[in-house]
C-alpha cells in the first residue's frame, strides 16, 4: 500500500509539473510548452522514455494493491509467493525510474565558479505534433495497462510452481486477471491501429511495425491461454503448457518493452536510441532462469490427468487453435527480429 501511494504521489507531482509549466525539469521542457492544451498535458506524463516508465510504475502498483487486498484473507499458501514475484517486477521498474530514466532531473548549467546552477526555460519544446491527437490519451493507458496487467497471471504461475500449489485453484485466480490485460491489451490495439490510420505517414491501420507488432505477439500468447485453460480446469491436461504459455506472455510484455525503449529496432513509434535496453537484456535473462529453475525443480507436480483421446475431439481443436496461435507468433516474432541479427 505504501509502495502505491508514494508511486501515485511522485506520477501527481509530475503531472503537476505540466500543468504549472515549470520549465526547470528537463522532462518538462521536452515534452510540453505553454501553449500545450490542458487533453494534451495529461498525455505528456507518458509521451517520453523517463515519464512513461512512471506510468508504468503507477499502474502495475495499481494491479499489485488490487491483488493483495482482493485476497489478503484468502490463499495464505499462495500469496507470499505471489507477493514475492510483483515486488521483484515492480522493483526493477522503480529502479530504472530512480537511477536510470528519472523524470525529475532538473535543468543545470555550469556557473562562474564552476558549479552546476539549476535553471529554468522561459517555455519548453513541445509536444510533438504527431502525438497530438486524441488517441495519445487513450491508447498508451490502454496498451500499458494490457502489459503491466500480464504480470499477475505471471505471479500467480510462477507462485504457485514454487508453492506447489494444485493446479486448478491458480488457474481460477488468475484467469479472470487475464482476461482483465487481454481486454486491456486488444483494446490497445485497436485504438492505435485507428490512431496509425487516422494520422499521415505512419502506415495505415496495420504496418507489421516492430513496436505495433510487439504489442501483438503477447496478446498472440495471452489469447492461446486463456482458450487452453479451459482444458487444465475441466479435465487436468495441459498443465505443463498452460504455465509455459503465462512464462512467455509475461516474457513478451519485457521484450516488446526492450524493442521499443532501446531503439534496437527502426519504427517510427519507438522511442531514441538508450541505454536502458541493456537492463531490460538482463531482466529478460534472470526471469528465464528463474522460470527455467522453478519448472525443473517442480516439474512433477505439473503431471497431466488425462491424456489427449482422439484427434478428432473437441480437446485436439483447443490444441490446434493454441498451435495456430504460437506458430503465428514465432513467425511475427521471427520477422521483428531479423533486422537485428542480420
Avoid at 242 to 267: A, E, H, M, P
Avoid at 285 to 294: E, H, N, P, Q, T
Wanted: glycine share 8%; aromatic share 16%; charged share 10%.
Amino acid at each position: 500500500m505504501a509502495t502505491c501511494c508514494l508511486i501515485f504521489l511522485a506520477t501527481f507531482s509530475l503531472e503537476y509539473l505540466f500543468f504549472s509549466d515549470n520549465f526547470s525539469i528537463a522532462y518538462v521542457v521536452s515534452h510540453s510548452n505553454r501553449d500545450l492544451a490542458t487533453f494534451y498535458k495529461i498525455a505528456a506524463l507518458w509521451s517520453g522514455q523517463e515519464g512513461s516508465l512512471l506510468f508504468w510504475s503507477f499502474l502495475l502498483s495499481i494491479y499489485v494493491f488490487s491483488v493483495l487486498i482482493a485476497y489478503r484473507n484468502k490463499n495464505g499458501e499462495l500469496m507470499p509467493y505471489v507477493g514475492v514475484v510483483m515486488a521483484g517486477v515492480q522493483i526493477f521498474f522503480l529502479t530504472l525510474n530512480n537511477f536510470v530514466a528519472s523524470p525529475f532531473k532538473a535543468l543545470a548549467a555550469p556557473g562562474a565558479n564552476g558549479m552546476m546552477n539549476y535553471v529554468a526555460r522561459a517555455d519548453g519544446n513541445g509536444l510533438t505534433p504527431l502525438l497530438q491527437y486524441p488517441e495519445m490519451v487513450i491508447h498508451p493507458p490502454n496498451l500499458y495497462s494490457g502489459y503491466t496487467g500480464f504480470t499477475i497471471p505471471f505471479a500467480f504461475a510462477l507462485g504457485a510452481l514454487l508453492a506447489r500449489y494444485p493446479g486448478e485453484k491458480w488457474i481460477h485466480l488468475t484467469r479472470k486477471w487475464t482476461m482483465i490485460a487481454w481486454m486491456f491489451q486488444s483494446l490497445g490495439i485497436l485504438l492505435g491501429a485507428h490512431w496509425a490510420y487516422a494520422v499521415l505517414g505512419w502506415g495505415g491501420y496495420w504496418g507489421w511495425d516492430p513496436v505495433e507488432n510487439a504489442s501483438f505477439l503477447p496478446w498472440l500468447t495471452g489469447t492461446a491461454f486463456l482458450h487452453s485453460v479451459m482444458m487444465q480446469e475441466k479435465r487436468g491436461m495441459m498443465k505443463v503448457w498452460n504455465v509455459w504459455l503465462v512464462f512467455i506472455t509475461f516474457l513478451l510484455c519485457i521484450l516488446g518493452t526492450f524493442l521499443t525503449r532501446s531503439g534496437v529496432v527502426s519504427s517510427v513509434h519507438a522511442f531514441a536510441q538508450s541505454s536502458i535496453g541493456t537492463w531490460f537484456v538482463g531482466f529478460l535473462a534472470l526471469i528465464i532462469l528463474v522460470c527455467f529453475g522453478a519448472y525443473l525443480k517442480n516439474r512433477d507436480y505439473l503431471k497431466s490427468e488425462n491424456q489427449l483421446d482422439s484427434i478428432i475431439s473437441r480437446e485436439s481443436s483447443f490444441l490446434f487453435n493454441n498451435l495456430i496461435l504460437l506458430v503465428s507468433c514465432v513467425a511475427i516474432l521471427s520477422g521483428t527480429l531479423f533486422p537485428v541479427f542480420s
